[in-house]
């Protein structure tokens, strides 16, 4: 052969004996074809052959099969965030003249594309109280196509009574869609409490390092599958190899990370309770969360994720204090190696139900730093909150 033409031709190697641990990195954007027949066939081969690289890799299909087994379901898609795991499950049920329920705690952006993106293209959307129960069944008419439930709640931490919102909408044959992003399915597991989708943005625990972005969906129903990748194939949207790569790494040790930072959560919470500054601690452990019995029948563990409502201060005592931390990071997100806080706006958030608190909300995600220096490091912001003007009066 010519340079030119060895320069395009991979030599094929000798594999036998290579057995490695790690989950290869299959890039791809053309599949070729053996001989003309089976190109010809190749729309017989559908979503679970490979077609193109958009639509899977043997790299993206591990990480789905991988969810899939987790979350008990038959099939996991994956997107390219957590966000548009939620706007895809959407796409994929609502038509117009239809509507979505989602609860008031719901992730921010999603209650956004509710209002600016569906409403406009003549799909409804209706807020919930999150602790609505069973009378979600009050709110579902006949064009409720789909309920939405994020439990517990990754602001204010609220946990849903999902066995009872999935019951009522059975009842009338709606689906039900869950973000389970908190618990992962090492925690609670959607599907197998009758959930339809149980979506998670693996961009937290699952990728566990803050350096990639994804979200999947796994449902137990191929029919919602077909059509979430029809949705995906005609908007041209997939996943990068490289990103799944990463999330199959993130994947192996997530068990040891959730459990971790679990119990120091657990624990902190704990502690800061009675805390002169912090006016409430919401962490589904405790008795002061809101839903903290249906934790404790459907999940009772926890991962690292909890908020606390402060003593009212003022933006400067709170960037002086955020200000002072020096193991913590500050920022949104979470789910990584290094524990974050991060001050949430919740009040404009909400139309259902009244935010009252006075004080900031404060949210905090553990990391795997040593427990103590991050503990002297909370203590420290909250100390220095404490020394705000007002406080010192009071
Ligand atoms: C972060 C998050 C999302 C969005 O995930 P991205 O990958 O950042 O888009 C969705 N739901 C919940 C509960 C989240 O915490």
Redesign the pocket.
């Known amino acids: 052969m010519h340079d030119l033409t060895l320069c395009v031709h991979h030599p094929a190697v000798n594999e036998e004996g290579y057995a490695s641990l790690a989950v290869p990195t299959h890039r791809a954007s053309t599949i070729v074809y053996p001989d003309g027949a089976s190109f010809m066939a190749r729309k017989y081969r559908g979503f679970d052959g490979y077609t193109y690289g958009l639509h899977g890799t043997p790299t993206t299909r591990t990480l789905e099969a991988q969810l899939t087994q987790l979350h008990d379901g038959i099939r996991t898609v994956l997107v390219p965030?957590?966000?548009?795991a939620?706007t895809v499950v959407m796409l994929s049920v609502l038509m117009p003249g239809d509507k979505v329920l989602v609860p008031d705690h719901v992730?921010p952006p999603v209650r956004s594309f509710c209002a600016e993106y569906l409403a406009p293209r003549g799909i409804a959307y209706d807020v919930y109280d999150p602790l609505i129960g069973a009378g979600i069944a009050d709110l579902i008419d006949e064009t409720v196509k789909l309920v939405w439930v994020?439990s517990p709640g990754?602001n204010t931490m609220e946990v849903q009574d999902v066995p009872a919102i999935v019951a009522a909408a059975k009842a009338k044959g709606t689906l039900v869609g869950c973000?389970n992003?908190?618990a992962t399915p090492l925690i609670f597991k959607p599907l197998e409490h009758g959930a339809d989708f149980a979506c998670e943005?693996l961009?937290?625990y699952v990728g566990g390092h803050s350096d990639l972005?994804?979200?999947s969906i796994t449902v137990k129903d191929m029919a919602l599958r077909q059509k979430m990748k029809e949705i995906l194939r005609g908007f041209g949207i997939g996943v990068s190899p490289d990103e799944c790569q990463l999330a199959l790494r993130g994947i192996e040790t997530m068990g040891l990370r959730v459990t971790h930072m679990g119990k120091v959560s657990e624990d902190f919470a704990r502690r800061l309770m009675g805390h002169p500054m912090v006016e409430r601690v919401l962490h589904p452990a405790l008795p002061s969360c809101p839903g903290h019995d249906i934790w404790k029948r459907d999940m009772g563990r926890s991962s690292g994720l909890f908020s606390l409502v402060l003593k009212p201060v003022d933006d400067e005592a709170m960037s002086a204090a955020l200000s002072a931390l020096r193991v913590f990071a500050i920022g949104a997100?979470?789910g990584g190696t290094r524990s974050l806080v991060a001050p949430q706006a919740v009040g404009p958030d909400r139309t259902a139900t009244a935010w009252t608190a006075k004080g900031p909300l404060l949210r905090v995600s553990i990391g795997l730093e040593e427990p103590d220096e991050l503990w002297t490091d909370l203590s420290r912001l909250l100390s220095v909150l404490g020394q705000a003007p007002a406080n010192r009066a009071a």
């Open positions: 965030s957590g966000q548009a939620v992730y994020e990754s973000d992003t908190w943005a961009t937290k972005l994804l979200g997100s979470w």
